[in-house]
């Protein structure tokens, strides 16, 4: 789908008059497992570290955390390589496919097609017709098959064209993906990634902007994670391969074409934990996916206008990374919630519950999460954006909340 | 390979000829074996490559009349027996199995039908909460299984306990499943009959139905990618074909070209649904053709012959690379499970006859007796004996523990995450609290 592009690494797709600069928003905490640098010593990197990038570009929004993490070395501009996200995605999947045979790709469209969105692109030409999979129309099914392989030995990454089409798949998904395992008392593991883009796009109508997260957030057995820059889509697809559990990875439809800088070293992040984006005194904002870059929007007219908002991309959605919220919610006492799922039985509403049964003592203020209405997304563009929460709102709700 | 509409036009009445192709793929260019028509005196022969005109998805021949095909054939498929109701064979065309075998075979599907008889009997005095036999079908379940090797991945239904038994799941294993208690391989987790055993290659038993059929086509793609010696088997019912995974799977097969058996235990049957309310086509078989899979039909009472199909069925998927779709034709004698009570949408009679003159037990033991394999003595030493060790793995098994608590709670992932570490420690103290309104056999 086609994001409007501005200046290099621009990173929001929603509207003309915006005039976002991608430095100011990314501001990834680099929380990862274990990065080997090329001399083959292992960097591992804490939350709050500085952004690495942060000496080629402004700083006028950010107070960087001044916790350096040892061993770290403040990158030049000229390390790493730029791509964009769904290129991140890509790095990623045939990293993992390189490094370990079993790992397999299937979908629509997947093989010669190279993806619909690209993401698989070159890998049947490279892995061969088996190893990346075309498959005929068939959701369930070849979900079902996926979850078969997997319990066989295999691990493979089964592609959703759109997310919006795995409801199909929401039996297998359901009742044996997230179960089988517990079932079997533990004989039969499922180590399958399930991945595509989701979320409200770009005039696409109601069937292809579903948030299919909200649907999926009760099944046990299953882990979600969000991904939302390149840095953390290639991270979380490598941390998804290899992971045992079956892992849903949500991309969304916009988000594509981001481009940034990532590290020239492998790196795998964790499948459970959230990100700083921006830490901040005065509130804590969660969110995460698209809702990040409407946040950021958000925080730059908040910024201006004396407010400190610490925001967090939650990035693990099922479960949540409680103990990085916990720590801000001591710290802020406000809570603003801002997602793209419907307001019903979303990713919001448990995160509020879980929010308020754990942290009720250190609010100041009742949690307010602002999430899409509970209508199907309507195809005319100026309908669908006042579906979608708009930065504008969110400014207002700190405001509110900061009252 | 296309064609403006005009030219088609142009061309369309003209096009008469026949070519003997192999099937095409859609990225591969055109080949033709022959160009010479079949029927040269109804049509004019036109022979110039040229003015071919093909769809994609290969050529097809012309013709002016509207023809329908119809919607069954004027014969049935007809059906493979090797032995005849009373244990005769019928032709000399078969494999044979070695007395070793055969008395293996009748042995197992003997124990079959016992430990199905005493188990229902079992729920029906309360001790299991549920049960569903599978009587009348034990020669598809010792059969099939015996044609298979170890190495063969089994994604079952529920209606196959038999190939468990025939790898070596003891009794005493069924007991435990069956009461849910700490020794259960299931650790607890699932209902009665939901067996499985990753050391026997048998996928645990889901209760959903059809959903193991994409799951087999899944790990006979597995099996292809490491080039074992090995294909995966599904078995489901009549009423199973008619699920959407059931379709898809074929399909994908097909296309993939996978090593997979599909067994359909066509028992007439699901729950209250005859067949003919199921589907009305000529059964399953058929359906293996239009999704381009190599069908047979089988008398699924007559244990050489499903032995036989299943034999021959591996060796195609295997060396050959194809799916293969074997019907079992057969009659559910049981209820559908303990649940359920049959007799009140079929008549009690159709069930005697069915356990009493097609019963695929004692045709089989027919034959092993013809054969000086069998004699009473062996047989009633084998039915007492079974009959103990039932009810003495019954007796076990009912009085072991029941599963720990934290086995509620492990194996949801890999690792407990802290939610669910939190949620056991939460029932913990519960029970702690308030243990006069727990029961006793759980550990805590």
């Keep these: ?115 619909s969105y690209k993401v698989t692109k070159g890998l049947a030409e490279k892995y061969g017709d088996l190893r990346v999979l075309d498959t005929p129309i068939a959701e369930n099914s070849f979900t079902g098959m996926g979850i078969g392989a997997a319990m066989t030995g295999l691990r493979p990454i089964v592609e959703g064209m759109n997310m919006g089409f795995l409801l199909l798949a929401f039996n297998q998904i359901s009742n044996n993906c997230g179960m089988l395992h517990y079932t079997s008392g533990g004989q039969f593991t499922i180590p399958i990634v399930i991945r595509g883009p989701g979320g409200v796009g770009r005039q ?79 509130i804590t904002i969660l969110t995460y996916s698209r809702m990040r870059y409407h946040v950021m929007q958000a ?54 519950a879980a929010i308020t049964e754990n942290f009720h003592d250190y609010l100041d203020a009742p949690i307010v999460c602002l999430s899409s209405q509970d209508v199907p997304t309507p195809y005319a563009g100026t309908l669908e954006e006042w579906t979608v929460v708009q930065p504008a709102q969110i400014v207002s709700a700190v405001e509110q909340l900061c009252q | 390979m296309w064609i403006s509409k005009t030219i088609f036009n142009h061309f369309k009445s003209r096009l008469n000829f026949t070519p003997n192709y192999a099937p095409l793929s859609l990225l591969s260019p055109r080949r033709f074996a022959s160009t010479i028509a079949q029927n040269p005196s109804t049509f004019n022969s036109i022979h110039d490559a040229n003015q071919v005109i093909d769809f994609p998805g290969g050529t097809v021949k012309f013709i002016p009349e509207m023809r329908f095909i119809s919607e069954s054939s004027p014969q049935r498929i007809p059906c493979y027996r090797v032995l ?44 299991i909460s549920f049960y569903a036999t599978t009587i009348g079908e034990e020669a598809i379940n010792i059969a099939s299984a015996a044609a ?66 994409p799951h087999a086509v899944g790990a006979a793609y597995s099996l292809k990618m490491d080039k074992k010696d090995a294909c995966s088997i599904t078995y489901f019912g009549d009423g199973g074909s008619s699920e959407g995974d059931f379709h898809a799977a074929l399909n994908f097969a097909a296309v993939m ?122 047989e009633s030493e084998l039915r007492n004996s079974l009959r103990q060790q039932l009810l003495h793995s019954i007796q076990v098994a009912e009085n072991i523990e029941k599963p720990p608590i934290e086995d509620i709670f492990n194996d949801v992932y890999d690792v407990p995450p802290s939610n669910l570490r939190e949620q056991e420690q939460w029932v913990k103290d519960t029970i702690k609290k308030h243990p006069l309104d727990y029961p006793e056999n759980i550990s805590a």
């Design chain 1, 1 to 115: 789908m086609a994001t409007l592009f501005q200046g290099v690494g621009a990173v929001t797709p929603f509207s003309a008059s915006s005039s976002l600069d991608s430095n100011k928003l990314l501001l990834p905490s680099r929380k990862s497992l274990s990065i080997s640098d090329s001399r083959g010593s292992i960097f591992v990197y804490r939350s709050d570290a500085l952004n690495l990038k942060a000496a080629t570009r402004k700083q006028d929004l950010l107070i960087p955390n001044a916790v350096a993490t040892k061993g770290e070395t403040s990158t030049s501009a000229k390390s790493g390589h730029e791509l964009l996200l769904f290129e991140a995605l890509h790095e990623g999947l045939e990293e993992e496919m390189e490094r370990d045979p079993r790992v397999c790709v299937m979908g629509e469209d997947v093989g010669h097609y190279g993806g």
């Design chain 1, 204 to 282: 696409l109508g109601a069937e292809h902007s579903q948030r299919l997260e909200s649907y999926f957030q009760s099944i046990p057995g299953i882990q979600m994670v969000a991904c939302s820059t390149p840095y953390n889509a290639k991270g979380l697809m490598k941390a998804a391969i290899r992971s045992e559990n079956p892992v849903i990875l949500f991309e969304h439809v916009l988000l594509y074409n981001l481009k940034e800088r990532i590290p020239d070293e492998e790196y795998v992040l964790s499948l459970e934990e959230a990100e700083m984006v921006r830490p901040g005194e005065h």
């Design chain 1, 299 to 352: 925080a730059k007219t908040l910024v201006n206008k004396g407010y400190d908002p610490e925001v967090i991309d939650i990035r693990s959605l099922k479960p949540f990374d409680l103990y990085t919220i916990g720590c801000s919610v001591k710290k802020t006492h406000r809570v603003l919630i801002v997602e793209e799922c419907m307001r019903t039985g979303g990713i919001g509403a448990s995160l509020t």
């Design chain 2, 84 to 127: 005849d109701d009373d244990g005769q064979p019928l032709a000399n065309n078969f494999v044979q199995v070695s007395e070793e075998v055969a008395v293996r075979m009748y042995s197992n599907m003997v124990t079959l039908q016992i430990m199905d008889t005493i188990f229902y009997e079992a729920q029906r005095q309360g001790r």
């Design chain 2, 148 to 213: 298979l090797t170890r190495d063969d991945v089994i994604f079952p239904q529920y209606r196959e306990p038999g190939p468990l038994l025939w790898r070596g799941f003891t009794l005493q294993e069924i007991a435990h499943q069956c009461f849910s208690n700490k020794y259960d391989n299931g650790k607890g987790r699932q209902m009665p009959i939901h067996y499985g055993s990753n050391k026997h290659n048998y996928f645990t038993v889901a209760s959903t139905v059809a959903t193991q059929v």
């Design chain 2, 257 to 378: 070209e996978a090593p997979v058996i599909f067994l359909c235990r066509n028992n007439g049957w699901a729950i209250s649904t005859p067949t003919s309310d199921q589907f009305r086509s000529d059964g399953v078989v058929v359906k293996g053709q239009a999704y381009g899979v190599r069908s047979i039909r089988v008398d699924g009472n007559d244990a050489l012959a499903i032995y036989n199909a299943v034999q021959a069925a591996r060796e195609m998927a295997i060396s050959e690379e194809r799916p293969v779709l074997i019907e079992a034709l057969t009659y559910r004698v049981g209820h559908h499970s303990t649940s359920d009570d049959s007799t009140k949408y079929r008549p009690a009679n159709e069930i005697e006859w069915w356990r009493l003159a097609r019963d695929p037990v004692a045709r089989f033991r027919k034959w092993i007796e013809r054969n000086g394999w069998w004699n009473d003595m062996a």
